[in-house]
């Protein structure tokens, strides 16, 4: 009797042991959700993911079915790119609206909402019209907002401030003469994340919107990069230089992160004077530094206008909101579209995200905002939306994934000085 | 015969030792300080007091779930490696088949790619697999790209053996399976020992695998909670710094138990 | 007298893994640089698009640049430090050992705990050097920090390579030398260089392929920052790929790292000796 008759089926068994291995360790991955019950896809966030966990309790208590799931920021982008060319795409997604949903829009993979929003007044009309908007492409509804409204403010420490004898700025000349005033002091004037370009963008599309109107922006993104050499850009960017030049930024903005702190530290510690983010630098700041904001410290403006420039000072650029969207070859289309015309303007829903600190895009919330953990704050942002005559998105989420990162790049060489504001034009336009 | 002392070289490797060890002192020096003394003293200034308060914070977090994972995928990978690479080896010393060298050859060639180039490919297959965000996604590639070093190792090792000592066991009539397990394994210990501490260091650290194939917090890696600790604990950064030296001391101890196996581990197949 | 020895199913497992998961994935990078994938549907054949820009491509090259910069900088620093270590270390006497044992200790660090150390240390406004340098924020020296960083995560490794191959050589050559007179320096010249040829030889060759794939010390440190002063060819790839969605001109960029290394590391197997040795098993 040979002996190899007994190699092969040990050696079976090895393999059988090895893939035993491996398997035990894939049973954490993600399941397959039962035929019927919504697959529903939002970004990670400890606080908001548990109230999108409520209504979607309260939509299964109503005889619905439906799961959530939810990733961090980028593996959110990839997966969802992944996921919505195979079977394995979920019902309902998290998006930003604008074109960064117009590329799925664009690949025929989200459904029309427009008629269903039609048919249910009651949930159209709950929604800040401009808002709304956000994820209207080619006159139709790709989506319903589901979060608060983030638009981007100037932060200010007050104490800093004060102890300069000054005022926060309301135009950008006057932002000129404080950044000359805090240098003086040694205080950076502007806090600036210079390692994520983000921030930086922040900057740039404030100028040219304040500078030229924000139709420049949008004849970019409809009609693609040509769009950057329009002479209003080279100008703004002009502007934002002498920022940059003046020292507005400090010196060692290159080296400091938005993500690790460092940025919103600055100007909690009266490092630094000033600092443009987004609504949610309010919660970072109560979380990261909150003797800084309970002693009252944390001021807040709109950003500066530019006097004779085009743009209405109340435009505001940042998040509009967040929303979910429904798969064209969803099997529950049906329910998806139950979903965001019954939960999503729900009381208990926006009273959950008003708890939460956010101000969620509905009208007549002037009274409810009363109840949020921050009112002034909340109530602020929430007349500063209602009153703008423009919600332009970040334009990194408001353009295609390679050129937004291809321009992030060449803002930050512009920061460091590495390129000319005709060179950042040249560069972004050949795309 | 006695030399005299070194005393340039011995200047030398003190200032080598400040180098070295400086930034090791501060690691371990910040991570016991407040995050307050962190943001309003000088690293160089000497704290008030210290404070294990940063690894209390560490360790209530999830910094138990990464480990875990971190150990789940370290275990696997070996045991995947050993497992396949042993009786490879032994094919390849004892089998002269053109299909065994022929596939051997090529395997070293993999010495030659870098993982990195691979990791578009191995995404879109991890993810056709619908592994996407799990640990086996990490731990198939990790695995893959860590035979070449271990088949070259243990070859080489086994290579060593006389061959009187395969004939001999012949003679005695034992199939291929007992000279494997009677022979292979115990001449080869000290090879299969380095290609455990190489590869088990390999999956330990690795950082692009899990950056590209995993996502979540539950399938999140050592090696990854750490760089996502960069953003979670901002500007506390004396937490963080905890978090670094918790991830150290593993390692740490398999030094003080096993220095010789740790080392050689390290120069798998390059140390002569 | 075959069934004696092992058939050669027993190297199928091994054999069929490594192409499953690092041959396959090979070819299909390259079979990507072809296409155009946005990886929101299936790759689509496009051609030499891809490979016509990468030609085109200023950044690419700049980053070709950068990474070879980083390669020859970081041998030129790693390898006197490791080398002269190496051979101190090399010593019997106790205290050499001692601190020797302390020397290895960069290596129990993973790289990422290494960046984010070395990231704490050089913050600009909290860090140990507050006023100093800008290390990473200025992009004129950013590249040359990381290879500082690297070169502090891996002279160890090589001093360990160093410190092995300068025990091996037989003592016997330096006591003839010292009677013969020979000062320090020149026994360290004419015996202690030549013997440790080989050694300098796969160090040197494992730095460089070392350096050429370098990904998660700056993706942590600077993520290819200020500007693209360190957007190396690694991170040039993940950041086409994984930030723009461009995955087949990724992959073009992956199929060029995949040249540079397989260059490289063939110098390895050619200088080391990997290749005699496989070869002649081949029988030839």
Known sequence: MSRRSWVRPLLAMGLVAVTAVVSACGTSGPGETSAGSLKIWALEDPVLNKIEQKSIDSFKANGGNASLETFGNDPYKQRLRVAMGSPQAPDLFFNWGGGNLKEYVDAGKVADLTSVLEENKAAKDAFIPSVLDGAKLDGKYYGVPMRGMQPVLLFFNKQVFKDAGVEPPTTWDQLLTLVDTFKAKNITPIALAGTQAWTELMWAEYVLDRFAGHEVFKNIRDNGPAGWKDPAVVAAMSKLKELIDRGGFGQSFASVGYDAGGASTLLAQGKAAMHLMGTWEYTNQLDQSPDFVKQGNLGWVAFPSIPGGKGDPSNLVGNVSNFYSATADSKNLDAAKKFVTTTLHEDSYIDALIEAGDVPPVVGAEEKLKKSPNPEYASFIYELVLDTKNFQLSWDQDLPADDATFMLTQLQEFFLGKVSPQQFVDAVAAR | MKSRPNWPAGLFALVWLAIVVGPLLYLVTVSLRSRAEYLGKSAWEIPDALTLDNYVTVLTGNFGQYLLNNVIVTVATVAIVVLVTVPAAYAVVRNTSPFVQRGFTLLLMGLAIPAQATIIPVYLMITRMRLYDTLTAVILPTAAFALPVAMLVLVNSLRDVPRELYEAQAIDGAGPLRVLVSLVLPLARPAIMTVVVYTALNAWNGFLFPLVLTQSESSRVLTLGLWDYQGQFGTNVPALLAAVTLSVLPIFAVYLIGRRFLLSGLTAGFGK | ?284
Do not use: C
Request: charged letters at 10%; a positive charge.
């Open chain 3, 1 to 284: 007298m075959s069934s004696q020895r092992p058939s050669a199913w027993y190297a199928v497992p091994a054999f069929a893994f490594f192409a499953l998961f690092a041959a396959l994935p090979m070819l299909l990078v390259i079979y990507l640089s072809f296409t155009a994938w946005d990886s929101l549907g299936t790759p689509r054949l496009n051609g030499g698009e891809n490979w016509a820009r990468l030609l085109d491509d200023a950044e690419a090259r700049a980053s070709v640049w950068r990474t070879l910069l980083l390669m020859v900088m970081s041998w030129l620093v790693q390898t006197p430090i490791a080398l002269l270590v190496g051979v101190w270390a090399a010593g019997k006497q106790r205290s050499r050992a001692v601190l020797s044992s302390i020397f290895f200790l960069p290596l129990l660090l993973s790289t990422t705990a290494i960046a984010l150390l070395w990231n704490a240390l050089m913050e600009p406004n909290f860090g140990a050097f507050v006023g100093g340098p800008l290390f990473l924020g200025d992009p004129d020296i950013a590249l040359y920090t990381v290879v500082l960083v690297i070169s502090w995560q891996f002279i160890p490794f090589h001093t360990l390579l160093y410190q092995g191959a300068a025990r091996a050589v037989p003592p016997s050559l330096y006591e003839a030398a010292t009677i013969d007179g020979a000062s320090r320096v020149s026994k360290f010249r004419h015996i202690t260089l030549p013997q440790l040829r080989y050694t300098i030889v796969t160090s040197s060759v494992l730095m460089l392929v070392g350096s050429l794939t370098t990904f998660d010390t700056v993706l942590i440190l600077t993520q290819g920052g200020p500007g693209t002063a360190t957007r190396i060819l690694p991170l040039h790839m993940y950041i086409t790929g994984f930030k723009g969605f461009e995955m087949g001109y990724a992959s073009a960029i992956a199929v060029v790292l995949v040249v540079l290394g397989t260059a490289l590391s063939l110098a390895v197997m050619r200088w080391s000796g990997f290749r005699s040795m496989s070869s002649q098993q081949e029988g030839s």
